[in-house]
């Protein structure tokens, strides 16, 4: 089972980055998906979940209408689209594939400078 992320990297206020997460090793289109986030010297925070057929999307409240949760089921792969970052999103972003069991990624670390 592997849950790998990419796209993170290093942007600039108002900027945008998309994430993406790519499975092996399970049915993907059975599981729910997640993204977390963590900054640093803090806990671990929900962002984003769609549900496996992609009929349902929910947000944490400081979204504000900023991210985009998406998934290709055919392709085993989900999807973070980041817009307008501000600093305060900096942290270790991480997928997770949530049904009978939870699988996470390793994470991708995002930066947003001011």
């Known amino acids: 089972v592997r849950l790998v992320e990419s796209g993170g990297g290093l942007v600039q206020t108002g900027g945008s980055l998309r994430l993406s997460c790519v499975a092996s090793g399970f049915t993907f289109s059975d599981y729910e998906l997640r993204w977390y986030r963590q900054a640093p010297g803090k806990g671990r925070e929900l962002v984003a979940t769609?549900?496996?057929?992609?009929?349902?999307?929910t947000y944490g409240g400081f979204v504000k209408g900023r991210f985009t949760i998406s998934r290709d089921n055919s392709k085993n792969t989900g999807y973070l689209q980041m817009n307008d970052l501000a600093p305060e999103d900096t942290g270790v972003y991480y997928c997770?594939?949530?049904?009978?069991?939870?699988?996470w990624g390793q994470g991708t670390q995002v930066t947003v400078s001011s």
């Open positions: 997770s594939a949530r049904f009978s069991l939870q699988y």
């Open positions: 769609v549900t496996h057929s992609s009929d349902m999307t």
